[in-house]
């Protein structure tokens, strides 16, 4: 009979102590790289190490662990660790970024949206509605009117209107119609506004 | 629009509208469309059946655009040839030269106009006009 | 477009469905699904006393009740029988075995994991497809672990008693091979298989308790992972790969994809399955 049981050898553990894990962390080998990231996630000074590493890493496994660690973590050291990463050259830094972010508890974000979705920076505002699609439904709704309302910047527009069209309430559809002219030269703006009052209005018509 | 016929496309893009506007423009021209929404997703589906065009976006969560790109040109025969069209809200050279570096064969701001859209679908496919 | 008879939904509810399940929970459900997902879909509308797609995909969306876990349930079909998901038990002979004993290994026996192993279906059946299927299964020490969350079904797989529906998948022949009828609708599985496959209980979340099961050449993970949030989900798969040699595979559930979970794995489509592999050892490059 080829089946057998046998006394299991358990996964190597990584390293233990800060010192350890730091220069384990410098190690040329992604595999090595990737154990330290996981343990520093609990240690006490071990997000702010993995924060120093992350914009340095070129390993995306490697990244991967760091953002997932923080999002498990779920503190606001972590997410201040993560919010200047949206501004990010790197495209893959950015969504990794906005992918923790928005696993964190959305409590934990809520009050940090306001002030991302008036930076100064439209891509900024335009992930920023990313973390407001979280919320619930009137939170968002109310963050997204207030940002359509005096967005320039048709991309972020797009952005507001996507969310809406997916979670928005009733109180949406006046500044939706009134964008809906705005735009009305702006093909996508134009379609997916429209969209978005349809499907507000059928899940109102439903309601009754 | 019997030149289309069969041609198939799949439209790699986080956000639903823009995945929809595409469609709609591509199934009025005759295109089959299939979707995805981040590049992890989309390799899989080209796994199991393979298209004439993809149409991917720059930002997206679990696997960027280019990082799909260069992922998608390291598979084998048939897919690692698919001609790409990315989309981006950015427009600076240097942008231009990541996505041609990463194997796109186009790459234009977003969102595109419905019919530049199916123009460059029925050239990317090699439909005759 | 308009809805179609009460319980079907047009192309645009269709997809938007389709999009929130596979954001929420990494489950895929293609346009092949499509009246399987409706049937479901009517399922809950019924028990939730929605009367139309916008007000059922409202609660959903809310998870009100804990409506996604429901909507989840209803295609999960809780049942578990014997040679369930065949065409896995297929790539994993005609294809992960014969690759991984391809390359050179100073161990030879090869460690499969169940997790989810619920009440023992699945690490029998792939002892007793192993037996049946794969010609070099007698060359090779092999040893197959099982492993839930949940004490209670891991009592029960111990036992190895099974009733009818069970067994349904299975020829009377592997019954009358691999079992003795202990009454009208109990057959208990043979002490040699019985006795050789580990239980063990295991949270998929806890780093600790997965590494302590060692490192694997196969993990069977179905039908777990998307009923975990989007931060537990990314740290089991990351534990799941820590538990895997390098080179090794692990399949998901035949709706998941490993795309909405994480992008440690390469994905390897094989004529009867897609599954993911832990890439092979690597260097800086």
């Known amino acids: ?208 | 629009m019997a030149d289309v016929m069969g041609k198939r496309i799949l439209v790699i893009d986080d956000a639903s509208l823009i995945r929809l506007y595409y469609r709609q423009a591509l199934e009025s021209a005759g295109f089959h469309v299939d979707e995805a929404l981040n590049g992890l997703e989309a390799i899989e589906k080209l796994l199991l059946e393979p298209v004439d065009l993809v149409i991917v976006d720059v930002n997206m969560p679990r696997m960027d655009g280019m990082t799909f790109l260069k992922t998608l040109r390291r598979q084998g025969s048939p897919i690692a040839a698919i001609p790409a069209l990315v989309t981006s809200t950015e427009a600076a050279p240097q942008d231009l030269d990541a996505a041609r570096a990463a194997g796109a064969n186009f790459y234009l701001v977003k969102p595109l106009a419905q019919d530049v859209l199916v123009q460059y679908a029925r050239l990317m496919c090699a439909v005759s006009a | 477009m308009p809805a179609d008879e009460a319980g079907g939904v047009n192309e645009d509810e269709f997809r938007r469905l389709c999009e929130f399940i596979y954001r929420r929970t990494g489950m895929v459900f293609t346009e092949a699904k499509r009246y399987y997902v409706e049937r479901r879909m009517a399922d809950r509308m019924l028990a939730t006393g929605s009367t139309s797609f916008a007000s059922y995909f409202a609660r959903l969306r809310s998870d009100v009740r804990g409506e996604v876990e429901q909507f989840i349930n209803a295609f999960t079909v809780n049942e578990t029988y014997f040679y369930r998901e065949e065409h896995q038990l297929q790539c994993l002979s005609a294809d992960l075995l014969p690759r991984r004993i391809a390359r050179p290994r100073a161990n030879k026996t090869i460690r499969i994991w169940s997790v989810p192993c619920s009440t023992g279906e699945e690490p029998y059946s792939i002892a007793i497809w192993l037996l049946e299927n794969w010609p070099q299964v007698d060359a090779y020490e092999i040893e197959i672990l099982g492993s839930d969350i949940d004490t209670r079904v891991l009592d029960a797989a111990r036992t190895g008693v099974f009733g009818r529906r069970a067994l349904m998948r299975l020829s009377a022949d592997l019954v009358t091979r691999y079992f003795e009828q202990t009454d009208d609708e109990n057959w208990r599985l043979i002490d040699d298989l019985r006795q050789s496959i580990s239980f063990s209980p295991v949270n998929l979340v806890e780093a600790a308790e997965t590494r302590a099961h060692g490192a694997f050449d196969v993990i069977f993970c179905r039908n777990v992972l998307i009923y975990f949030d989007d931060a537990s989900r990314r740290t089991a798969a990351e534990n799941l790969y820590e538990n895997l040699l390098p080179g090794g595979f692990i399949c998901l559930g035949h709706s998941e994809s490993m795309s909405r979970i994480s992008p440690l794995f390469d994905v390897c489509r094989y004529s009867d399955a897609i599954v993911y592999q832990r890439p092979m050892e690597r260097a800086d490059g």
Do not use: Y
Request: charge should be negative; proline fraction near 8%; glycine fraction near 6%.
């Open chain 1, 1 to 208: 009979m080829p089946l057998v049981r046998k006394s299991t050898t358990p996964v190597d553990a990584p390293p233990s102590g800060l010192e350890a894990l730091r220069a384990a962390l410098a190690s040329s080998s992604p595999d090595e790289r990737w154990q330290a990231a996981r343990a520093l996630i609990d240690m006490p000074g071990g997000i702010a190490l993995l924060g120093a590493g992350l914009a340095t890493e070129a390993d995306i496994r490697v990244r991967e662990v760091i953002f997932t660690g923080i999002a498990r973590n779920a503190t606001p050291a972590g997410a201040a660790l993560l919010l200047p990463l949206l501004r990010s050259e790197d495209a893959s830094l950015r969504s990794g970024a906005l992918d923790a972010l928005a696993a964190m508890p959305a409590a934990m974000l809520a009050g940090r949206l306001p002030e991302l979705l008036h930076d100064a920076d439209p891509d900024v505002r335009l992930l920023a509605c990313e973390l407001a699609r979280g919320l619930p439904s009137e939170d968002a709704t109310r963050l997204m009117v207030d940002l359509l309302e005096r967005e320039s910047e048709p991309n972020v527009c797009a952005a507001t209107v996507d969310v809406l069209a997916e979670i928005g309430g009733p109180q949406a559809l006046p500044v939706l119609q009134r964008n809906a002219e705005r735009f009305a030269s702006s093909p996508f703006l134009a379609f997916a506004i429209e969209i978005a009052v349809k499907r507000i209005s059928t899940t109102l018509d439903a309601g009754r």
